[in-house]
């Protein structure tokens, strides 16, 4: 999954907006919990969480499952940062939301952390604050 996390420090804290391909990239979703520690930070984010419901985007992936409507993107994003030098480096790991409120009768697979390091946008090209 291709995602974007733009990072900026408002009023003396980081504000965290997400996109990936799967979304509409001209409506991002703010990132709520970000921790920043000083030289390293984490967040952590429920995609398809709309109010205090469920919701996915786009369309064309929703299913149901237990009465609610899910797709195969919703589920946590958290990540973890910290400064290498100059260069920010950090993971970003993907735990789908269950497909059902039953147990599972096996555990579910556990995905790899994935590496990941920001790339630099030009403030020409970046979405206005809102």
Not at 28 to 55: A, C, H, N, R, W
């Amino acid at each position: 999954m291709a995602v974007q996390l733009k990072i900026e420090r408002r009023d003396g804290k980081l504000v965290a907006m997400y996109t990936d391909v799967n979304r509409d990239d001209t409506q991002p979703i703010p990132v709520p919990d970000i921790y920043d520690f000083g030289g390293e930070f984490y967040f952590t984010l429920l995609l398809g969480l709309k109010g205090e419901s469920l919701q996915s985007r786009p369309r064309s992936f929703r299913r149901k499952i237990g009465g609610n409507t899910h797709s195969p993107q919703d589920g946590w994003v958290v990540g973890k940062a910290m400064m290498d030098g100059s260069t920010l480096k950090g993971t970003l790991d993907f735990y789908p939301y269950p497909e059902t409120t039953e147990p599972p009768p096996k555990p579910a697979p556990e995905l790899p952390s994935r590496d990941w390091q920001p790339k630099r946008v030009d403030k020409e090209k970046m979405m206005p604050a809102q």
